[in-house]
């Protein structure tokens, strides 16, 4: 399963380059993060609880990040093991384009999926990896403010997060 | 005027009073004994991987756990072992690698079971497995077939290749096979898959096992189609348990279709653990097991030649088959895409040369094993497809040229190229049948009909033989099979007249308990509900090899007339003594032993009184009692024919396949009872159809099993299905069995899949459109594709 996709954020490459960095920011955008800790250069390890079609379950996995250019461009590839309910493994690679004041992120996101994820889930899995990488960077974009034009349309995505909160925290 | 009970009566099945009323005793619905606990495995949810470490210490741990197993619990004991010796073209034995237990070192397909954990209850087990830490080390699914030939990835490192044989059919055919192709007037070609199909037999597996540390004494209660073959699969090479030690018991089974002939891994592990925890421990199956772990069926890539001269004589078939055996050698897994699929391969014929040559690969899926017709589908598929393709390339219509390369009624026996002895048929009759009661002639105006309503119509054709009634024992061990195929019976006659009689076959659909006492009543001339079938439990039925390949009534139901012949011969003794008369002057008719030519008679039921209160006895001729056992190995297979067609109709816009008329004609020589028979062949036609529009078991590229649920593996429904038209009327009594019967329980699944695909590339070529060949299942997409491709 292969989706690409690009979102505007506003805010400029270092600092969006920096919230793809932090724990903290990974987990608040992760859909389903329970837990999220370690750095980028030791890579990170996630609890995930998430239901795809008829199978939920708390997936663990580990994060790595490589090929790191600071601020152009990563690489985020993961494992997440779901016990009975099988595994998803991929990986994202992340450009980052400046535009303005703004950032151009685009990704290329790869999944696989085994198990039971994908004895029940086959059918479903692109969408669900799609509306997963959506809320990601819905979310994202929310950490780190958003266009006002996309404000509205993912408004809905993460209500009790005030917008924008990351800058506000590495600006203060 | 029909007769109601005896042969040829359509006797109502006893045994669905209790279906109907859910009163079945299913292994699940065994109440649960006192200890009782519950076995649930831990399977890999990678296609192949190597096993790097389990550490099972925190599921140990676990509340209600009693024990937890992996592979290296079984490191010493043997594997599950293939029933079939294959030698390859150039003599060397085909490749066996253990087929162990649990997954020892490498898992192999997805669902390869590595651990299993017993526990109180069966939620306390899966909470248990959740906890058992397996690091295992993905490796590159083998997948391709022929991929994997040339691959220096293996299944099994062990044996160094992904090749269990190559096998030609005949060897010595080969040459002269190659030059009639070479020097033909005219070769069709065509390339096809036979998709690869989940049996979904609606009970899934479920094993119970328990033992008894007195008598050191296990007990299995099992879905199984042959409970003796079971037995001794575990006792003489996986567990080792001596066979007067262990009981298998088959209670009902909901529909096996194949997948349960086999001896499956499960079976061993619960009672491995029965002895470990001193408990009853039970495995039952859910759905995604049953998609994951029941040996699949089909799954061939076959390319086949068909040579011709001018007029359509057939010359040569020349099939290369590669057939997926999955990640290991289930029992008869060698077996059905060699003998029971090379030697149909001459077809109804005349054709004088026939090579068949077949490389079994091992890939990282489920294994691969006989289901519901078992090789000749893929025979019979690949055959009615190619001359289908040769009638429309030579411009001779379809049943024209079938009919002109039959072999003829005078003809038999009669010797196939591809090695084999045909007792007896009629093809022609079947298909002059065929045209009468489908009315062939009205396919044109129902062709206008469709038209007329922007639909095209096809009508497509298949004439079909089988081998059943599997198998004389001499001819099969010559072939390489390591067990016998006969079957066995006892008949006991009790004080009070009424019969049991225990069968070595086993009923799971196909209505013994009703057809079996119709043949004992119709030879003792009383009545059939005298009589009882006792069948599926190993401590009560003689040593039988079960039922699969439609042999039940053809080996089985011999060896019951052969049981019943005897008994007869005692009672004519035992009579003779109490009418004063030497035996050879009894005549025995109607339930009634008499003196020739004189008055004096003796009841049935009068004589086995007397056998077992022996008063005034002659026990120094004659034993008390009345039971007499007999085993029956048949001298040849049987082989039902049959002339199907169908009338389909295609949506242009959207591709889709409506099947409007079926019609099945078939030879199962006598016919016990007509209505099982046309049940029989209504439930084959089912899964023929489904296999040529619908089913497909589905993995992708890293072995995942994308069809593993009924929202992904479409079976046929009522709706997908049209009434049937069956006839069995033109059958030509098989010449070696007491019985003239033939077999009928696959018929429907091997004619139907041909005929649908033919229909349909007739239709599509009425609408203009030079469509030769679509793979099945013909899904509304892979037709709409060929259809605006061509």
């Known amino acids: 399963m292969n989706l690409s996709d690009t979102k505007t954020i506003d805010a400029d490459r270092a600092t969006v380059y920096a919230a793809l960095l932090n724990a903290e920011v990974l987990q608040a955008c992760v859909p389903g993060c329970q837990e999220m800790t370690g750095s980028p250069e030791s890579g990170f390890e996630a609890v995930v609880v998430q239901k795809v079609g008829p199978v939920k379950a708390t997936f663990k996995g580990a994060v790595q990040l490589s090929e790191m250019v600071e601020p152009e461009s990563l690489t985020i590839t993961g494992e997440g093991k779901g016990g009975a309910a099988g595994f998803a493994k991929g990986g994202a690679k992340v450009r980052l384009e400046a535009d303005g004041d703004q950032t151009i992120l685009h990704y290329d996101v790869e999944a696989k999926v085994g198990g039971k994820l994908a004895q029940l889930g086959s059918r479903i899995i692109d969408g669900f990896a799609k509306k997963m990488a959506d809320q990601f960077f819905s979310n994202f974009q929310d950490a780190l403010g958003t266009p006002s034009q996309e404000v509205a349309a993912t408004a809905e995505a993460a209500p009790e997060q005030k917008k924008g909160w990351f800058r506000k925290l590495v600006k203060s | 005027m029909p007769k109601d009970t005896g042969i040829g009566a359509s006797t109502r099945r006893r045994e669905d009073v209790r279906f109907l009323k859910g009163k079945g005793q299913y292994t699940d619905d065994i109440p649960p004994a006192h200890d009782q606990a519950a076995a649930v495995f831990a399977r890999s949810t990678v296609a192949n991987g190597v096993i790097k470490s389990i550490d099972t210490s925190v599921a140990e741990s676990m509340p209600g756990v009693l024990a937890v197993f992996t592979g290296a619990d079984f490191a010493d004991v043997g594997g599950n072992p293939a029933g079939w010796l294959i030698n390859s073209r150039d003599g060397e034995p085909m490749k066996e690698p253990k087929r162990p237990v649990l997954a020892h070192g490498k898992v192999r397909h997805v669902g390869d079971a590595y651990a299993a954990v017993i526990a109180e209850t069966e939620k306390q087990a899966r909470d248990a497995v959740e906890a058992i830490e397996a690091d295992i080390e993905e490796l590159p699914a083998i997948m391709d077939v022929k991929a994997a030939l040339t691959s220096d990835n293996f299944v099994h490192d062990e044996i160094g290749t992904n090749q269990c044989f190559d096998w030609g059919w005949i060897e010595d055919n080969r040459r002269a096979t190659d030059d009639a192709i070479k020097g033909a007037a005219h070769v069709t070609t065509l390339e096809l898959v036979n998709n690869r199909l989940v049996p979904n037999a609606m009970e899934p597996r479920c094993s119970m096992a328990s033992y008894k540390e007195s008598s050191d004494e296990y007990t299995l209660h ?558 509304p997409h892979r037709v709409w594709s060929a259809m605006n491709n061509a």
């Open chain 2, 222 to 779: 099992t879905t199984s189609q042959n409970p003796h073959l079971t037995r001794l699969l575990i006792s003489a090479f996986v567990m080792g348990i001596p066979e007067n030690k262990l009981t298998v018991i088959a209670p009902d089974v909901g529909g096996g279709f194949g997948s349960k002939i086999y001896h499956y891994g499960e079976e061993a592990l619960v009672l491995a653990a029965a002895k470990r925890v001193g408990r009853t421990v039970k495995w039952t199956s859910d759905r995604t097991e049953a998609f994951l772990t029941d040996a699949h069926g089909r799954d061939h890539v076959t390319k086949i030649e068909l040579a011709t001269d001018a007029e359509g004589n057939f010359l040569a078939f020349r099939t290369e088959t590669y057939a997926n055996v999955g990640a290991y050698l289930s029992n008869f897994a060698t077996a059905t895409p060699t003998f029971l699929h090379g030697t149909l391969m001459a077809g109804n014929y005349t054709v004088p040369n026939v090579y068949v040559n077949v490389k079994a690969v091992f890939t990282n899926t489920a294994p691969v094993d006989a289901y519901r017709g078992a090789g000749r589908p893929e025979a019979t598929y690949s055959l009615e497809r190619v001359i289908d393709k040769c009638a429309r390339e030579l411009g001779m219509d379809p049943i024209a040229l079938r009919r002109k390369n039959f072999i003829k009624p005078d003809q038999y026996p009669f010797a196939s190229a591809a090695g084999l002895e045909y007792d007896s048929g009629n093809y022609d009759a079947l298909m002059d049948k065929m045209e009468e009661v489908a009315d062939v002639a009205g396919f044109a105006a129902r062709r206008k009909a469709s038209e007329s309503k922007g639909m095209l119509r096809g009508f497509g054709v298949n004439a079909y033989v089988e081998a059943c009634g599997i198998a004389p024992s001499n001819l099969v061990g010559v072939l390489g099979s390591r067990v016998g195929l006969y079957d066995a019976a006892t008949v006991r006659v009790n004080a009070t007249g009424n019969l049991s009689v225990m069968v070595g076959a086993h009923s799971h659909g196909q209505g013994h308990e009703t057809v079996f006492p119709q043949i004992v009543s119709d030879m003792l001339g009383i009545d059939a509900q005298s009589i009882d079938i006792v069948h599926g439990d190993t401590s009560k039925i003689p040593f039988g090899m079960g039922t699969y390949g439609s042999r039940s009534l053809a080996v089985c139901g011999s060896a019951v007339v052969r049981a019943t012949e005897k008994i007869i011969a005692k009672a004519k003794k035992i009579a003779g003594h109490m009418l004063e008369a030497a035996d050879t002057d009894i005549e025995f008719k109607d339930g009634q032993f008499s003196v020739v030519g004189t008055n004096k008679s003796v009841s049935f039921g009068e004589v086995a009184l007397k056998a077992y209160i022996p008063h005034n006895f002659p026990i120094e001729d004659i034993e008390p009692g009345l039971e007499e056992t007999a085993f029956y190995d048949p001298a040849n297979f049987t082989f039902p024919s049959g002339a199907y067609c169908c009338e389909v109709e295609v949506d242009p816009d959207t591709g889709k396949v409506r099947v409007d008329r079926m019609t099945a004609v078939d030879d199962f020589g006598n016919v016990m009872n007509p209505m099982i028979v046309t049940g029989q062949v209504h439930g084959g036609l089912g899964q023929g159809i489904g296999q040529a529009l619908l089913e497909a078991a589905r993995y992708n590229e890293d072995g995942q099993l994308e069809s593993a649920s009924y929202m992904d593996y479409a079976m046929p429904r009522a709706d997908d299905l049209p009434f049937y038209i069956v006839d069995h009327s033109q059958g030509t009594p098989c010449t070696h069995n007491p019985l003239g019967a033939k077999g009928c329980g696959e018929a429907g699944a091997i004619g139907s899949p041909p005929t649908v695909v033919n229909a349909v590339i007739d239709a599509l070529q009425s609408g203009g459109k030079n469509v030769t060949h679509i793979d099945m299942p013909l899904t």
